[in-house]
């Protein structure tokens, strides 16, 4: 069982290692974890208890977030069913309560934010016979964090208005001589000092009160965060200067200094930085928003025979919708009427639309082209192809990377490092320096600098974007970690049928005897074709259809086992089969025969046809390859990964394929069980093995290799072994794949550098360890601005993930979907 929740507070890297702590703590949980970016913690176990769990969060200081959302529900009849329904409500993983109202038909369910608790509900109601949906749209992810932007920019605006004078009055004096006496004379230093005071007192007890509300009490728990060193740094530049305002002979002499500016300007401009961040951070779900923007509000749907406009929530399975040309298909379903073609890009990654007609599918969140059609829905609601993509970005967004780790160890102990650095920078300055201001100076700068907020961002924002950009180019990573792995993958191999060929037989070649008209020919082939069930007989039948050929009547069909079928067509005798069934009938293949060697060298089914008696054409029939799959083969060499193929079919077959792509190696004749083992030969000493597959018989393969890549079009058995998923069934997206991987942990590595580079070369120059040479000491403000930005530069760093394009050996990516930014 794993739990989601939404929690507040989090606010740098140590805060989400002592949450994970907190709850991995906890008897029933076996596993958490926490992402900073998302503001999100997924917790695992057997039995996990909610109330627990919310407790234990709260008392860590980081509170389980809830919401409440009322639902209409239809079918309630009496006062039992209410008892029903809320224990269907809440017996589900998330709820923490619920009220149903008889009377309106309502209830109202309290449940864990990002829990899914509220969706699980009204599926498990609908399922029960009691249907139910929100009774209003519940204030989505993007609204939020824009509220939380505005929230901010409004703080920043009160305390940059606030500080502003106050640096003016201490730095413009030390700054402008003739300032300073302009000061002197109409205010006097008293004055300046107590407006300053009054000031910065509003500054801290306004805007600034987040820091002491939550910095202090972490810091009496003994689990120390930002906002505790932010909390310490500010008040004691505060405190000072009060002592040195309203006190000043408690001080030693020389010591009469006040830095309320410092004060002021540390909160303002970290509010500012945080506003910055917000709105930076906003832009890594940018394709989650995309995604859930795809889906239209309402549908044409058809009931009773009326067809009226339906909002989305509301359309049920086996609902027939009407879609007009152009309009965005509401939910997945089987088309029963017209033809047309659809736009699947923003789904699949293709760009090339697909032809549908009756029987075929169609997927929610789609464009249709320029036919009208009519197609009754299978799935609805969560069970869409579309909100199950979003699940499993949001999933792979919310992952733990394996370099995550070592993040962990740094920031469970860097906080109290800092904060013994800091004292210990005070006491060497009141040894050593020249007075008790310089002191102060130099460790408020060590607390305000050493913030390890881009240490926490640095991960999550870059897996945020970079599998948001996956989803839009058709690659899905079910496991976060996937993302990783991927990247450090030497050799791929691939599954042949169904993944690098089209999994059914196709006609190939086709050569006709000299004097005779192809058409013809095959349109009497496709005739009597038509009336076997061998595969082979179906794709030369296709193939005459296919082009729009009228098949002739056929009487006297006859099959013969092992060889072949024969029939009258048109007043002619045919004979379809291979060159046995040519030899017991005395025809001479004659050159054909070439045609036919040469057909099966490149592992083609050669054969042969016969009109009265004479040799008439050889065909070849084979599982083509996929378009483009020569082109995906070769962009992975460019990317220096190996690649191989393995197979059940024969070795020359398998050579042939091989060759033509430019396979490396080629692993034939393999059993379904036998494709493990396979796996254990390919990968050689340490070597990371990706493999790709679509069928059920790929499943222990999918699941052995080091990351498994299920092709989209493949089986739900498949793509649930994967690690990977690509929505569609183009082989580029392997490539996409990989180049998404490289690109965002070469972004990974990017921000951790920065991240541990800035803290590990500007805390011992906000210590003073160069005031010796140089003089000079670390204003606190910088070090306000230097770690506010700090962060800024992480998140930027990483939307820079949404904007790569070119798909090449170097890891960018390619150009993006243009119908999926088009269409928001």
Not at 211 to 230: C, H, I
Not at 462 to 475: H, K, P
Not at 594 to 609: L, N, Y
Not at 697 to 719: F, R, S, Y
């Amino acid at each position: 069982m794993t739990l989601a929740l939404k929690l507040d507070g989090l606010t740098c890297a140590s805060c989400v290692a002592r949450a994970e702590t907190a709850l991995r703590d906890l008897s029933s949980v076996d596993d958490a974890t926490v992402n900073l970016a998302t503001g999100t913690a997924q917790v695992t176990g057997d039995h996990i208890d909610p109330d627990a769990v919310i407790a234990t969060l709260k008392t860590a200081g980081y509170p389980a977030l809830t919401e409440t959302v009322d639902l209409n529900i239809d079918a309630m009849s009496c006062a039992s069913c209410i008892g029903r329904v809320e224990r269907q409500i809440t017996g589900q993983p998330g709820v923490l309560g619920a009220e149903v109202n008889l009377a309106t038909q309502q209830g109202k369910v309290t449940a864990l934010a990002g829990s899914g608790g509220v969706e699980a509900a009204i599926a498990a109601l609908t399922q029960a016979g009691y249907p139910a949906r929100r009774a209003a749209p519940a204030t989505d992810r993007e609204t939020a964090r824009d509220g939380e932007a505005m929230t901010l920019r409004r703080a920043a605006l009160i305390a940059g208005l606030l500080t502003l004078p106050v640096f003016i009055l201490e730095m413009g004096s030390h700054m402008i001589p003739a300032f300073h006496h302009w000061v002197m004379a109409n205010l006097g230093m008293q004055t300046s000092r107590v407006i300053q005071f009054i000031l910065t007192t509003a500054v801290l007890a306004g805007p600034g009160r987040v820091f002491l509300s939550r910095g202090f009490p972490a810091l009496f728990k003994g689990t120390p965060d930002m906002n505790s060193l932010v909390a310490i740094g500010t008040s004691a530049a505060w405190s000072f200067s009060v002592v040195a305002t309203f006190a000043p002979s408690l001080l030693p002499e020389g010591g009469n200094a006040v830095y309320f500016e410092a004060a002021a300007v540390i909160v303002t401009l970290i509010l500012l930085g945080r506003w910055l961040e917000a709105r930076a951070k906003g832009k890594t779900g940018a394709a989650i928003a995309r995604l859930v923007q795809l889906a239209p509000k309402s549908a044409e749907v058809e009931r009773d025979g009326v067809v009226s406009s339906i909002p989305l929530d509301q359309i049920l399975t086996g609902d027939v919708i009407h879609i007009r040309p152009g309009e965005r298909i509401a939910v997945d379903g089987t088309v029963t009427d017209g033809k047309s073609f659809i736009d699947e890009s923003m789904i699949t990654g293709e760009p090339v639309p697909v032809a549908k007609g009756p029987g075929d599918t169609v997927i929610g969140g789609t464009i249709n082209g320029r036919g009208a059609l009519r197609f009754t829905a299978t799935k609805v609601g969560r069970d869409t192809m579309l909100s199950q993509i979003i699940r499993m970005v949001e999933e792979a967004q919310g992952a733990r990377l394996p370099i995550q780790a070592l993040v962990n160890q740094v920031t469970a102990w860097f906080v109290p490092a800092v904060l013994v650095v800091a004292a210990i920078t005070v006491a060497v300055w009141l040894i050593f320096g020249p007075s008790l201001g310089a002191a102060l100076v130099a460790a408020v700068a060590v607390l305000i600098i050493a913030c390890p907020c881009a240490m926490g961002l640095a991960t999550p924002t870059s897996i945020m974007v970079g599998t948001g950009r996956a989803a839009e180019l058709g690659v899905l990573f079910r496991k976060g970690d996937a993302l990783q792995s991927l990247s450090q993958v030497s050799i791929v191999a691939f599954d042949k049928t169904g993944t690098l060929t089209l999994g059914r037989p196709e006609l190939t070649t086709f050569e006709t005897a000299e004097g005779l008209d192809a058409d013809t020919v095959l349109a009497r082939v496709a005739a009597v074709e038509a009336l076997s069930e061998h595969p082979i007989a179906a794709a030369l039948t296709r193939a005459a259809r296919d082009s729009g050929m009228t098949l002739p009547e056929v009487t006297g069909f006859e099959a013969v086992t092992g060889m072949g079928v024969t029939a009258d067509v048109a007043g002619h005798a045919i004979l379809i089969g291979a060159d046995r069934l040519m030899a017991r009938s005395g025809i001479e293949t004659g050159a054909l025969a070439k045609v036919a060697g040469r057909i099966a060298a490149e592992g083609q089914t050669p054969i042969f046809v016969a009109l009265d008696g004479a040799i008439a054409a050889v065909l070849g029939v084979s599982d083509p390859v996929k378009p483009g799959a020569a082109h995906a083969i070769a962009a992975l060499h460019e990317m220096g990964i190996k690649t191989a193929m393995i197979t059940g079919d024969t070795a020359q077959t398998a050579r042939s394929i091989a060759a033509r792509l430019g396979i490396d190696h080629v692993v034939a004749g393999v059993m379904p069980q036998g494709k493990v083992t396979a796996l254990n030969a390919l990968r050689g000493d340490g070597q990371r093995l990706a493999f790709v597959g679509d069928g059920i018989n790929d499943a222990p393969a999918l699941a052995h290799a080091d990351v498994g890549i299920a092709m989209g079009t493949g089986t739900d058995v498949a793509i649930d072994a994967a690690d990977v998923v690509l929505t569609s069934g183009a082989l580029d997206a392997v490539g996409r794949a990989f180049a998404i991987s490289r690109a965002t942990m070469r972004n990974i590595r990017q921000n951790l550098g920065w991240a541990f580079g800035y803290n590990t070369l500007l805390i011992p120059v906000a210590a003073g360890v160069f005031y010796p040479l140089w003089g000079l000491l670390l204003s606190p403000a910088l070090a306000a601005a230097a770690m506010a930005l700090s962060s800024v530069a992480v998140v930027t760093n990483a939307l820079r993930l949404r904007h790569a394009a070119g798909a090449d050996a170097t890891g960018a990516l390619p150009n993006p979907v243009p119908n999926l930014q088009s269409a928001t």
